[in-house]
């Protein structure tokens, strides 16, 4: 089991900047792997970025030179950097986290979400 615990979202301008964190507790092998994700409104959630206990990480094409997944293992926590945003990052952004064997697969641990909406 773990428990997930999002903070930082919030209302931005275009080309603002914010920063989630999400702090986790419980198993330690369901947090090798942790993610965030996210749902617009009308949209499938999707996979923004991830990252492993080793520091490996993954980003969708979209966020890709903008947004950066990092971790303090010490901490148990998983930080999103998002700059340079855009009103179509506007979503509701989910921390993740779980076993799995590659990243098309989704962990089983959600945390309740953090609105980040991108508006002028």
């Known amino acids: 089991q773990v428990q997930l615990v999002e903070s930082g979202g919030g209302l931005v301008q275009p080309g603002g900047s914010l920063r989630l964190s999400c702090a986790a507790s419980?198993?330690?092998?369901?947090?090798?792997?942790m993610a965030w994700y996210r749902q617009a409104p009308g949209k499938q959630r999707e996979l923004v970025a991830g990252i492993t206990s080793a520091g490996s990480t993954n980003y969708a094409d979209s966020v890709k030179g903008r947004f950066t997944i990092s971790r303090d293992n010490a901490k148990n926590t998983v930080y999103l950097q998002m700059n340079s945003l855009k009103p179509e990052d506007t979503a509701v952004f989910y921390c993740?986290?779980?076993?799995?064997?590659?990243?098309?697969?989704?962990?089983?641990?959600w945390g309740q979400g953090t609105q980040v909406t991108v508006s002028s």
């Open positions: 993740n986290a779980g076993r799995r064997s590659s990243w098309s697969q989704k962990g089983a641990y």
């Open positions: 419980g198993s330690a092998l369901d947090m090798v792997f």
